[in-house]
């Protein structure tokens, strides 16, 4: 594979690289002809049963930008700063801000101005976010395929 084919990242071939026409059932994708390994297909597979069954449940849509500055007030410590989160997203602060927007006019996160220094607003996490968390993970549980018990030997 040459430099060309490669994204600023350094890692991934473009999407010119991967273009449709280059793809058949049968071998997948591929660059120039050489088969390419895009993914762990259970693991995809498990994404896209818990993304079918949240578009199916009527929850509000959220962007992959919304969902992941959600998931970063949830999952990383706090406290959050429209500022540290744009940086953490490398995203412009206006684009946080409208994320933060959408997310609060659903009630799943709010802003917080800090008590010891009134310039600062805090982003802080809702009861209802974290409902709304609780009910996606639920989704990528019922994602997962089952597994059979463990058979222990007889001694």
Known sequence: MTSETLTKRGNM?????????????QRGPTVGNEPVAT???????????????YVRSGEPDLTNRQMALLL???L????????????ALNVSKPV???????????????????????????VARTSEGADFLEEFGQFIGD???????????AA
């Open 39 to 53: 993914h762990d297909p259970q693991t995809l597979s498990i994404w896209m049963t818990a993304l079918v069954d």
């Open 143 to 153: 994602g997962e395929p089952q597994r059979p018990p463990l058979r222990h030997a």
């Open 13 to 25: 071939p473009d999407a010119k690289a991967l273009c449709p026409r280059n793809e058949s059932p």
């Open 72 to 74: 970063l007030v949830y």
């Open 96 to 122: 946080v801000t409208r994320a933060l927007n959408r997310l609060g006019a659903l009630g799943y996160l709010r802003r917080q101005r800090d008590d010891s220094d009134k310039r600062n607003i805090f």
């Open 76 to 87: 990383k410590p706090g406290p959050h700063t429209v500022r540290g989160l744009a940086r």
